[in-house]
């Protein structure tokens, strides 16, 4: 199971942390992955990493400006999320995938959702 958090309301150019803290057969990922859903848009990628940890894939539109790190220790993943902007003002789902994938970038990518938790920038 997955289960994000850390979502809330900022102001541009602020600032959060959002977590998806993993629990059951961790051992059994082969990689976690944030996707955000927008108001009237679908669901679109935004960042991901292997389980292992050595690769991040990262969507143009949030590379340089968000972050995506795991704690072992936690089994969790976190999303760091800089430089925020009223478009990024989305639901942000966590989600796993089992196998490797060639393909991390879609939703059709992974097996296993999180609940979403909501990011608002706005003044």
């Known amino acids: 199971q997955l289960q994000a958090s850390g979502g809330g309301l900022v102001q541009p150019g602020g600032s959060l942390r959002l977590s998806c803290a993993a629990s059951g057969r961790t051992s059994s990922h082969y990689a976690v992955g944030w996707f955000r859903q927008a108001p009237g848009k679908e669901r679109e990628f935004v960042a991901a990493i292997t389980w292992s940890g050595f690769s991040t894939f990262y969507a143009d539109s949030v590379k340089g400006r968000f972050t995506i790190s795991k704690d072992n220790a936690k089994n969790t993943v976190y999303l760091q999320v800089n430089s925020l902007k009223p478009e990024d003002t989305a639901v942000y789902y966590c989600?796993?995938?089992?196998?490797?994938?060639?393909?991390?970038?879609?939703?059709?990518?992974?097996?296993?959702w999180g609940q979403g938790t909501p990011v608002t920038v706005s003044s």
């Open positions: 989600a796993s995938r089992r196998y490797y994938s060639s393909s991390l970038t879609t939703n059709q990518d992974y097996d296993n």
